[in-house]
């Protein structure tokens, strides 16, 4: 698994490149709020060609939910990991057996609800459970996992008749419930699943920004996100204070429709974790894994419509190179329940 002691790897200099572009476009459009959609452009996208169906299993819906909808997710996302990759950048096949070998059930329930026809509040909680092999030592616990509160902005909606894509804008806190609630032990790397929100340190207050963009061009849907996480300062032994490095999540997603009345499409999901070797603050890292880390997955995936309100998927994603990280598969399945007060549902 992950490895804190690990010898020093090189900052990507095109991360902090990429950072820099997130920070400037959020803060654009972070001071335009009155900068929306007009009623022009959401009535053209919304009579555009965008069928009812699940979306990618890894990325939270780009576009909002109409104003009055809300939905329940219901997500299990499972690990096998018994093989680990060294101190640079290796494929599956130089991965090394050991030293820790993880299993993992991590069942959650998300939820949307659209407050505006640009505005969407979320929330996630959920249970992780795992069973780890460390050094010849076992370990094993159940409990709360941490409790995700999201806020989406959505202040430019895709065009149907030009490239113009989706652009929202997204925040999220994470309260770390796992460690307040029941004191649920860190799984071996002490992370949430690859393909968990935007993922971040296990039982850490964590606080995420990110910008997501999405474009539907007939038969696809193509989405794409770039996440920055930093997680508050805790308190490790002996009351020191304890700073760990900041968390990087990129997500491209393409669906390729085969039947739009049932919503039945295949993805292909590509997902990146990157622990980088500074803080926002500017403090020294002292905790967690000081010499950083990268895991790079792709998932295929399957999705489909079952009722008028109901859509599922399920995929499995390969972790296809890694470093200092855990060489690990995550088979997981998802289903979306959807209310509107309208009494019809629409794809947002």
Known sequence: MIRPDSAGSATHPFLRGALIVLLLIHSTLAWSWEWVPSVEDMTKYRQSWNPFSHGPVLLQAVDIQPKGQFSFREFLFTQVGETSFGNTLQFPTEARRGPVHLYS?????NTSYGLTNHIELGGAIGLNSFWARENGQTTTDTGFADTSIIVKYRPIVQDPDTWRPSFTLISQVVLPTSRWVTGTERPPGGFSPLGRLP???????????????????RPFRISGAVFYTYAAPGEGPASVTTYTGDVINTRLIVEHFLHDQTGLAYNLEFSTLHGTTWRADGHAINAGQRSGFTVIGVEPALQWRFFDNWVAAAGCLFTVAGQNASNSMYPNISFFWYWSQTGKVIMR
Do not use: Q
């Not at 059930?105 to 329930?109: K, N, R, T, Y």
């Not at 207050?205 to 963009?213: H, S």
């Open 105 to 109: 059930m991590a069942p959650s329930i």
């Open 199 to 217: 993922n971040t340190r296990f039982g850490e207050l964590g606080f995420t920004e990110g910008l997501m963009v999405r474009k539907n061009v």
